[in-house]
Protein backbone atom coordinates (compact mmCIF):
# COMPACT_ATOMS: atom_id res chain seq x y z
CA UNK A 1 0.00 0.00 0.00
CA UNK A 2 2.04 2.83 -1.20
CA UNK A 3 1.45 6.28 0.31
CA UNK A 4 2.46 9.87 -0.37
CA UNK A 5 2.18 12.16 2.65
CA UNK A 6 2.66 15.86 1.63
CA UNK A 7 3.38 18.72 3.88
CA UNK A 8 4.04 21.87 4.30
CA UNK A 9 1.29 23.73 2.43
CA UNK A 10 -0.43 27.13 3.87
CA UNK A 11 -0.66 30.73 3.35
CA UNK A 12 1.64 33.24 2.40
CA UNK A 13 1.93 36.20 1.02
CA UNK A 14 3.50 37.23 -2.11
CA UNK A 15 7.20 37.20 -2.53
CA UNK A 16 6.60 34.55 0.21
CA UNK A 17 8.24 30.68 0.42
CA UNK A 18 6.95 27.38 1.43
CA UNK A 19 8.63 24.14 1.30
CA UNK A 20 6.80 20.98 0.57
CA UNK A 21 7.85 17.52 1.74
CA UNK A 22 6.22 14.31 0.56
CA UNK A 23 7.42 11.25 1.90
CA UNK A 24 6.69 8.32 -0.05
CA UNK A 25 6.00 4.97 2.38
CA UNK A 26 4.88 1.19 1.91
CA UNK A 27 6.47 0.36 -1.45
CA UNK A 28 6.64 -2.74 -2.62
CA UNK A 29 8.62 -2.06 -5.61
CA UNK A 30 11.00 0.54 -6.17
CA UNK A 31 9.70 4.38 -6.97
CA UNK A 32 11.96 5.97 -9.83
CA UNK A 33 10.74 9.82 -10.56
CA UNK A 34 8.74 12.02 -8.28
CA UNK A 35 7.40 15.03 -9.08
CA UNK A 36 4.52 18.00 -7.84
CA UNK A 37 1.72 19.10 -9.76
CA UNK A 38 -0.73 21.57 -9.03
CA UNK A 39 -4.35 22.23 -9.80
CA UNK A 40 -5.77 25.61 -9.66
CA UNK A 41 -9.39 26.68 -9.64
CA UNK A 42 -11.09 26.24 -12.41
CA UNK A 43 -7.92 24.91 -14.14
CA UNK A 44 -6.52 21.61 -15.38
CA UNK A 45 -3.96 19.94 -12.90
CA UNK A 46 -0.60 21.04 -14.01
CA UNK A 47 2.93 19.47 -14.04
CA UNK A 48 4.71 22.17 -11.59
CA UNK A 49 8.52 20.06 -11.51
CA UNK A 50 9.65 16.40 -12.08
CA UNK A 51 13.06 14.90 -10.89
CA UNK A 52 14.33 11.74 -11.67
CA UNK A 53 16.47 9.16 -9.63
CA UNK A 54 19.92 10.40 -10.66
CA UNK A 55 18.46 14.22 -9.79
CA UNK A 56 17.88 15.67 -13.59
CA UNK A 57 15.13 18.07 -12.92
CA UNK A 58 12.37 19.48 -14.64
CA UNK A 59 10.24 22.41 -14.43
CA UNK A 60 7.30 24.52 -15.99
CA UNK A 61 8.52 27.20 -17.42
CA UNK A 62 6.56 29.60 -15.42
CA UNK A 63 8.42 28.25 -12.40
CA UNK A 64 11.56 28.63 -13.44
CA UNK A 65 14.06 30.13 -10.99
CA UNK A 66 11.67 30.26 -8.44
CA UNK A 67 10.59 26.65 -6.94
CA UNK A 68 13.30 24.22 -6.60
CA UNK A 69 12.50 20.39 -6.58
CA UNK A 70 14.96 17.91 -4.75
CA UNK A 71 14.69 14.87 -3.46
CA UNK A 72 16.16 12.08 -0.76
CA UNK A 73 16.71 8.71 -1.96
CA UNK A 74 17.22 7.28 0.90
CA UNK A 75 14.27 8.69 2.98
CA UNK A 76 12.13 8.10 -0.39
CA UNK A 77 10.87 11.97 -0.31
CA UNK A 78 10.70 14.83 -2.13
CA UNK A 79 10.64 18.10 -1.59
CA UNK A 80 9.57 21.42 -3.04
CA UNK A 81 10.98 24.88 -2.14
CA UNK A 82 9.22 27.37 -3.07
CA UNK A 83 10.51 31.30 -3.69
CA UNK A 84 8.82 34.36 -4.90
CA UNK A 85 5.41 33.39 -4.20
CA UNK A 86 2.77 35.03 -6.76
CA UNK A 87 -0.94 35.14 -6.12
CA UNK A 88 -0.99 32.53 -9.58
CA UNK A 89 0.62 30.12 -7.91
CA UNK A 90 -2.51 29.48 -5.86
CA UNK A 91 -3.72 25.72 -6.23
CA UNK A 92 -4.03 22.67 -4.47
CA UNK A 93 -0.59 20.80 -4.62
CA UNK A 94 -0.14 17.13 -5.38
CA UNK A 95 3.02 15.07 -4.65
CA UNK A 96 3.40 12.52 -7.61
CA UNK A 97 5.62 8.91 -7.86
CA UNK A 98 6.47 6.58 -10.62
CA UNK A 99 7.37 3.13 -10.63
CA UNK A 100 11.00 2.85 -11.68
CA UNK A 101 11.65 3.50 -15.18
CA UNK A 102 8.43 5.67 -15.89
CA UNK A 103 7.83 9.05 -15.94
CA UNK A 104 5.99 12.04 -14.09
CA UNK A 105 5.83 14.58 -16.20
CA UNK A 106 3.20 12.97 -18.08
CA UNK A 107 0.19 12.92 -15.60
CA UNK A 108 -1.30 9.34 -17.33
CA UNK A 109 2.40 7.86 -16.43
CA UNK A 110 1.99 8.89 -13.05
CA UNK A 111 1.19 6.02 -10.83
CA UNK A 112 1.12 7.00 -7.26
CA UNK A 113 -0.82 10.60 -6.45
CA UNK A 114 -0.23 12.07 -2.81
CA UNK A 115 -3.84 13.61 -1.01
CA UNK A 116 -2.93 17.55 -1.66
CA UNK A 117 -1.87 20.38 0.49
CA UNK A 118 -3.05 23.93 -0.42
CA UNK A 119 -0.78 26.70 -0.92
CA UNK A 120 -2.82 29.93 -1.34
CA UNK A 121 -0.49 33.11 -1.70
CA UNK A 122 -2.33 36.49 -1.08
CA UNK A 123 -1.97 39.72 -3.15
Known amino acids: QVQLVESGGGLVQAGGSLRLSCAAS????????MGWYRQAPGKQRELVAG???????HYTESVKGRFTISRDNAKNTVYLQMNSLKPEDTAVFYC?????????????????WGQGTQVTVSS
Open 96 to 112: AAARYLRTVVISTSVDY
Open 26 to 33: GTMFSIGA
Open 51 to 57: ISISGTT
